[in-house]
């Protein structure tokens, strides 16, 4: 009986895992089927992101559907920023570690900074669309 109250948190943590496993996989699919209407896309724990045409669309992604979506157009942006802990660090020095986010300046004075996880996929995808944004 002792060896059976042993295992007993073991089986707690194993039924927790099995649960966030699900989770994440229940947003990846929502996600995939979100992506489908994008030219490109990305997803992340923190934040999904799609590109159609010169239009960029982001949000939170949940068990359903990305929710919080915002849109805005690559047109509007002035300046594209890679964000280590707030601060703007250049494109190929990505050593740092900490919270992580592409900042778009807008023109009429805005801001929209999208979390990542990834330095080295928020450098790819932050030099990929200043890329579009120039042509």
Known sequence: MERG???????AAFIGLAWAGWNEYQ????????????????????AVLGLKGDRITW??????????LQTFSLQDVEQINLLI????????KL?????????????????IEIPFTDAQLAAQWGQYLLKLSRS
């Open 5 to 11: 109250l042993l295992w007993l948190p073991l089986l």
């Open 59 to 68: 949000g939170k992604p949940t068990r359903q559907t990305p929710i919080n």
């Open 95 to 111: 050593d740092g570690k900490g919270s992580i986010a592409l900042q778009f300046q807008l023109k009429p004075n805005q801001s």
């Open 85 to 92: 802990n707030q601060q703007p660090v250049p494109w190929d």
């Open 27 to 46: 947003k990846l699919a929502a996600y995939e089927r979100w992506a489908e209407q994008f030219d490109k896309a990305k997803y992340d724990i923190y």
